[in-house]
């Protein structure tokens, strides 16, 4: 189980393994009409850093970016009926843009479909670190947002570098990989302890050797940054944007970097950027223990609940043994390679809690491994990770983990430190939290040094920026929502009293209308508006 600080948004969870992604093909289209004040008019030029959280990076050259700045973009077919790709090139390193080195960036889009006039383009993320922005975009934003902002948005995505089609990140082959998630993370003798460490330490050097050149390149900041060159190739003065999850922390730091480009910017599912890498991870086990108790009241109110009547506490007991028996002797998943064990089971069950109408999935897979088939839960796992029925993997934990070991420094620097926390991330989950603690040691071992730390960001200037907080969400606590709306200039908190991870497009329809109409006419909601 690697599951730290992995941040998706519902749709790239449990509906990953069934995603058809298909690469973009030859053809050339015609660029949409432009939109008023656009690409028509001025667009903002390349900048250096502004003064604030990122002032002790060194300047971008302005005069060098401004190739990158005013590039062409050449949209051909995607091969995905309705969507259009194209590479937008970026510097691999904003601090030496004269290197002639270069990042390419997969881009998509699916144009305004009318009617009404076009408000421009509306970039998408949803979330990881790792997720696939094409990918999102083509499965469910392009075709499954509202029709009143489709019709009036470039839908917009894009795979930030080192993911999946933008110099993607790469560490372990698929068999290695399987070795990597069936590798016990809550050791309980030397042993154990050593294995685990050993998994990091490979892992981390794959890494090194098969992508040695982007791994100092993939920080938030820097997709941040390739954010504001795509917003001005599209033709937009200001960047309309929804991120969910950690998409929050990009459209945030965007936001902080850029405070006078921003235009609609809805952050869904927010991150804190003020907490340390020990504080996110403890905070996400508190996250996920809220979202197993409303799954453990849901369950034991269920006939088919494997995990019997009770209170909470009660089920979660049955849940931990049930761990407890696989570590000690998996069962069968359908796969000799991969019988189900304790990390695999755990990393199964924690991928339903992303979403409520994952439970009654969740329930049935549960009591298929209590009776010797693991192969419902190993299908969630394999979900998790995004690994197909062939053994392959989407670079997704691989660019996660490179993003997350730059952006703040190690939440562990060794073994004796996470034995020190254990404690600590057991209060905040029985259940999960060993797993999670042990998981949060993964950036000890890794090659590049970070370069980013937790501070505020505060986008002063900008205009108004919509902060969407779910009460017992499992991944991003509510209460990081109300952090990220305090901190920043212009932030609004707009809650939802519910389960699952993040709230646009979710059900509530008291949350999709205060979100489209700010999309649509720029009105946010008022500020603590409560759904």
């Known amino acids: 189980m690697d599951t730290s600080r992995l941040l998706r948004t519902t749709g790239t969870v449990i509906a990953a393994a069934g995603l058809l992604l298909s690469g973009?093909?030859?053809?050339?289209?015609?660029?949409?009409?432009?939109?008023?004040?656009?690409?028509?008019?001025?667009?903002?030029?390349?900048?250096?850093?502004?003064?604030?959280?990122?002032?002790?990076?060194p300047s971008p050259d302005g005069a060098a970016l401004r190739p990158y700045y005013e590039q062409k973009l050449t949209w051909r077919d995607c091969g995905v009926p309705g969507f259009q790709c194209s590479t937008m090139k970026a510097p691999l390193d904003y601090a030496n843009p004269r290197s002639g080195q270069d990042v390419d960036i997969a881009v998509a889009r699916r144009v305004a479909t009318g009617p009404g006039k076009r408000l421009g383009s509306l970039v998408v993320n949803p979330g990881g670190p790792g997720g696939s922005g094409i990918g999102y975009l083509q499965a469910y934003a392009g075709i499954g947002y509202p029709a009143p902002v489709r019709a009036r948005y470039d839908m917009v995505s894009f795979d930030p570098r080192g993911v999946d089609r933008s110099s993607p990140v790469e560490c372990l082959t698929g068999p290695a990989m399987d070795a990597y998630t069936q590798v016990d993370q809550t050791p309980d003798d030397p042993a154990e302890r050593a294995a685990l460490v050993a998994a990091f330490k490979k892992f981390a050097a794959g890494c090194h050797e098969r992508s040695q050149r982007v791994l100092p390149h993939v920080s938030t900041v820097d997709a941040a940054r390739d954010m504001d060159l795509l917003r001005a190739v599209l033709g937009d003065k200001k960047l309309n944007y929804v991120g969910a999850s950690y998409g929050t922390f990009l459209g945030a730091t965007y936001?902080?970097?850029?405070?006078?480009?921003?235009?609609?910017l809805v952050l869904d599912g927010a991150m804190d950027p003020t907490r340390s890498a020990i504080d996110l991870n403890r905070d996400q086990t508190a996250g996920f223990e809220t979202a197993f108790t409303s799954f453990a009241k849901d369950c034991a109110k269920q006939p088919d609940c494997p995990l019997g009547k009770g209170d909470p506490d009660a089920v979660a007991a049955r849940l931990k043994e049930f761990f407890r028996k696989?570590?000690?002797?998996?069962?069968?998943?359908?796969?000799?390679?991969?019988?189900?064990?304790?990390?695999?089971?755990?990393?199964?069950?924690?991928?339903?809690?992303?979403?409520?109408?994952?439970?009654?999935?969740?329930?049935?897979?549960?009591?298929?491994?209590?009776?010797?088939?693991?192969?419902?839960?190993?299908?969630?796992?394999?979900?998790?990770?995004?690994?197909?029925?062939?053994?392959?993997?989407?670079?997704?934990?691989?660019?996660?983990?490179?993003?997350?070991?730059?952006?703040?420094?190690?939440?562990?620097?060794?073994?004796?430190?996470?034995?020190?926390?254990?404690?600590?991330?057991?209060?905040?989950?029985?259940?999960?939290?060993?797993?999670?603690?042990?998981?949060?040691?993964?950036?000890?071992?890794?090659?590049?040094?970070?370069?980013?730390?937790?501070?505020?960001?505060?986008?002063?200037?900008?205009?108004?920026?919509?902060?969407?907080?779910?009460?017992?969400?499992?991944?991003?606590?509510?209460?990081?929502?109300?952090?990220?709306?305090?901190?920043?200039?212009?932030?609004?908190?707009?809650?939802?009293?519910?389960?699952?991870?993040?709230?646009?497009?979710?059900g509530s329809d008291c949350i999709d209308t205060a979100i489209n109409r700010y999309l649509l006419e720029g009105k946010a909601p008022a500020d603590g508006k409560k759904c």
């Open 24 to 57: 973009c093909t030859s053809g050339g289209l015609d660029a949409p009409r432009a939109v008023a004040g656009g690409s028509d008019g001025p667009r903002a030029e390349p900048s250096g850093t502004p003064a604030g959280r990122w002032s002790a990076r």
């Open 255 to 264: 936001a902080d970097l850029f405070p006078d480009r921003v235009g609609r």
């Open 326 to 506: 696989v570590d000690a002797q998996p069962v069968p998943s359908g796969d000799a390679d991969r019988p189900l064990g304790e990390s695999l089971a755990t990393t199964g069950v924690i991928a339903a809690l992303y979403d409520e109408s994952a439970w009654p999935q969740l329930r049935e897979a549960l009591t298929a491994a209590m009776n010797g088939d693991g192969s419902g839960l190993l299908s969630l796992a394999d979900s998790y990770y995004e690994r197909d029925a062939d053994g392959k993997y989407a670079n997704l934990m691989f660019a996660n983990a490179a993003v997350n070991c730059l952006d703040q420094p190690p939440a562990f620097k060794d073994p004796a430190a996470v034995d020190a926390a254990l404690p600590s991330f057991e209060k905040a989950s029985p259940v999960f939290g060993a797993g999670l603690a042990w998981a949060s040691l993964n950036c000890a071992y890794w090659p590049v040094a970070a370069t980013g730390r937790p501070e505020k960001l505060t986008a002063k200037g900008a205009q108004p920026i919509v902060v969407v907080g779910t009460t017992r969400d499992p991944a991003t606590p509510y209460k990081w929502a109300q952090a990220l709306a305090g901190q920043l200039d212009s932030g609004t908190l707009l809650t939802y009293d519910g389960d699952g991870h993040t709230a646009y497009g979710r």
